[in-house]
């Protein structure tokens, strides 16, 4: 089994390094770096791996994790990209950063993959896009699979598709929250305890979220079979269209898409 390093284990490094770890990787071939001593030891800590130095960490490791915020990887690169030895499996999972950005600070011919993953892997339910770069062979991809199956599901995406991609399944969880917390608040409004709402609405988003992944059918006909004639549903309904929720559901991932470009435009400039 391969050494797997993830540098800048914050939120999204920790969910795949405990991901990892779930999944039996075992824990003396998982490396972890960060900038604060005391993240370093709440992560030796609570997940019994190693964290090094950046520079420890890809001497010992065969698969390099990008982990930092898109705006910070230029500077980690600047201190890394040139000893990293191109055998080594450059995986990035930040948002925005095309593999060229990559690419351009590495070793040449060193293969890098990017990857969007989400934070439902912690309960084994991520969704994850992988996109090969152009030094990326089958085994670079089947290997980047290997590491990312036991958190969920995997996709093969191309990459032109990952901006995209990120606005729907890497932010995805964020609007269902807004909207679980949108709809506990209404509970609210109409009396009922905090503790229950939250019980109805939780419950309620698992069995559809179950009914949308196991029934087959198109959301439309799971809507529709909830909609009575003259009753409740259609009058809640009419209020999301008069509010214009789909238009803005439409704005809202757009928006997150544009941010990805503009994301990948700053950290080039830097
Ligand atoms: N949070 C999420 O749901 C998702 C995040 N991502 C991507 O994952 C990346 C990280 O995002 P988060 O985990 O949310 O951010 P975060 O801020 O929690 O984690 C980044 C970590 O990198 C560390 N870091 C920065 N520069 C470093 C350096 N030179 N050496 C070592 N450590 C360094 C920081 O101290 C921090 O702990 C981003 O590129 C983001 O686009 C991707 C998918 C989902
Ligand atoms: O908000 C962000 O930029 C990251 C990327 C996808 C989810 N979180």
Redesign the pocket.
């Known amino acids: 089994m391969d050494t797997v390093a993830v540098?800048?284990?914050?939120?999204?490094?920790?969910?795949l390094l405990t991901g990892l770890v779930k999944a039996g990787w075992p824990a003396g071939r998982l490396i972890a770096?960060?900038?604060?001593p005391e993240?370093a030891q709440d992560l030796r800590d609570r997940l019994g791996i190693r964290v090094l130095d950046?520079l420890g960490a890809v001497g010992e490791a065969e698969v390099v994790a990008?982990?930092?915020?898109?705006q910070?990887?230029g500077?980690?690169l600047e201190?890394?990209g040139g000893k990293i030895p191109a055998d080594k499996l450059v995986i990035?999972?930040?948002?925005?950063?095309p593999t060229t950005f990559f690419e351009r600070r590495l070793q040449p011919g060193t293969p890098v993959i990017r990857?969007?993953?989400?934070?439902p892997a912690l309960v084994d339910e991520a969704m994850t896009a992988i996109s090969a770069g152009a030094h990326a062979l089958p085994a670079h991809m089947a290997l980047a699979e290997e590491l990312f199956k036991p958190l969920g599901k995997t996709i093969r995406v191309p990459e032109s598709q990952q901006d995209a991609v990120?606005a729907l399944s890497?932010?995805g969880?964020?609007y269902f929250y807004f909207l679980v917390e949108a709809m506990i608040d209404a509970g609210i409004l109409l009396g009922l305890p905090r503790q229950v709402a939250r019980d109805l609405i939780v419950q309620t988003a698992i069995g559809s979220a179950v009914m949308l992944r196991d029934s087959g059918e198109h959301p439309v006909t799971l809507r529709e079979a909830v909609t009575s004639p003259a009753g409740t549903t259609i009058s809640a309904i009419r209020e999301l269209e008069n509010h214009g929720v789909r238009a803005a559901l439409l704005a809202a991932l757009e928006a997150a898409r544009d941010r990805a470009r503009e994301?990948a435009q700053q950290s080039e400039a830097l």
């Open positions: 540098i800048g284990a914050g939120k999204i490094g920790e969910v770096t960060a900038r604060r993240r950046n990008i982990a930092v915020k898109p910070d990887a500077v980690l201190e890394l990035s999972l930040c948002a925005g950063l990857v969007m993953t989400n934070t990120t890497g932010s969880p964020a994301i």
